[in-house]
């Protein structure tokens, strides 16, 4: 089944010249997350295309990036089994079991995943741990993260010595990621998130 988008958005990074551009439509039994991130750090040139696949209740299914950090070509492809496991290019990574979220370092689309499945209400916190996809040395590490909501439009994000107040529209798509991302561009018919 091909349906229309959902969501879709184009973001600028903040911190080096980048664009990010995301689009989520509906599959047959959950959502499809595509887009392209492209970026120039340390003097070179970057591009990493992904596809993520997600159940119905935004669990991770599948991820895919492919293209180039430098002039190391990128080819991952990521998968969650039900049990909780994971593997990347058929080979598992028991360090990262029991993740629900895929986490792609380079990209704030993946922040859409916690913030839709947690529906959080103002208020509430909940910490997850996801499935972090390293940039550029394209390693897969367990991280630990903490979302708390903080008001209709904002999430306080943690992980470890990070933190930041992410503004979101009222879909949860990230709008600003202060020092990282702004949101140049979206369209959203996704419903409200709530709690």
Do not use: K
Not at 114 to 141: D, K, M, S
Request: net charge negative; aromatic share 8%.
């Amino acid at each position: 089944m091909t349906s229309l988008p959902v969501a879709a958005i184009v973001w600028r990074r903040i911190d080096v010249p980048g664009h990010d551009v995301m689009r989520l439509r509906r599959s047959d039994d959950g959502w499809l997350l595509s887009g392209v991130a492209v970026w120039s750090e340390s003097g070179h040139a970057h591009r990493l295309d992904y596809v993520i696949s997600l159940d119905g209740d935004w669990h991770t299914r599948s991820c895919s990036v492919d293209g180039f950090v430098g002039a190391r070509s990128v080819g991952i492809a990521i998968v969650r089994e039900e049990t909780g496991t994971w593997t990347s290019g058929g080979v598992p990574v028991p360090e990262i079991e029991g993740c629900v979220d895929i986490d792609l370092s380079f990209s704030p689309a993946t922040n859409l995943l916690p913030i839709r499945r947690l529906a959080l209400g103002e208020g509430e916190r909940r910490t997850v741990r996801a499935a972090w996809l390293r940039v550029p040395n394209c390693t897969l590490e367990p991280l630990e993260q903490v979302y708390a909501r903080t008001g209709p439009n904002t999430y306080a994000y943690e992980s470890g010595e990070f933190s930041r107040t992410l503004i979101v529209d009222r879909s949860g798509l990230v709008v600003e990621y202060p020092g990282l991302w702004t949101a140049e561009a979206v369209e959203s018919t996704l419903v409200e998130v709530t709690g």
